[in-house]
């Protein structure tokens, strides 16, 4: 299953257009390694792992609740409410922690893209190919 943002694509020197000097503006630039690619399939089972035990306990909840009402009846309601809260707060709760991996997942995409960037603005700036002449940024009248 891909990305969609295309974070599984790798890009080349080929993909990128030429610069105003007819070479490849990312020639000199790092190529993408391939441990920067590698799909964090341990994170992505561990978050379906978690969101499945939610599910087994949310339906162990309502199994509960059947056997206790068909068994004491109407007497039986305050334990099972109690019963029943715990359950379905720690069903919550593995819920929310299965979707934090899913997010620690995107963060992940996100620092590795930063990192790739990072790689190549400062292979293009030790190579010169900047493509703009350094400019004064006004401090607002402040001397500096």
Request: proline share 5%.
């Amino acid at each position: 299953m891909s990305d969609p943002r295309g974070a599984d694509r790798v890009v080349s020197g080929a993909d990128l257009p030429d610069d105003s000097r007819g070479r490849r503006a990312a020639e000199a630039a790092p190529t993408v390694r391939s441990t920067d690619l590698e799909p964090y399939t341990g994170l992505r089972y561990l978050s379906k792992l978690f969101k499945v035990m939610a599910v087994l306990l949310f339906v162990l909840l309502v199994a509960e609740i059947v056997a206790g009402l068909v068994s004491a009846g109407g007497s039986a309601v305050p334990a099972l409410l109690a019963q029943g809260s715990r359950l379905l707060v720690l069903a919550g709760i593995l819920w929310g922690v299965g979707d934090l991996a899913m997010l620690m997942i995107d963060v992940g995409h996100d620092v590795r893209a930063s990192r790739i960037l990072l790689a190549r603005q400062s292979a293009q700036l030790a190579s010169g190919e900047s493509d703009e002449a350094p400019r004064r940024i006004s401090t607002g009248g402040i001397p500096g």
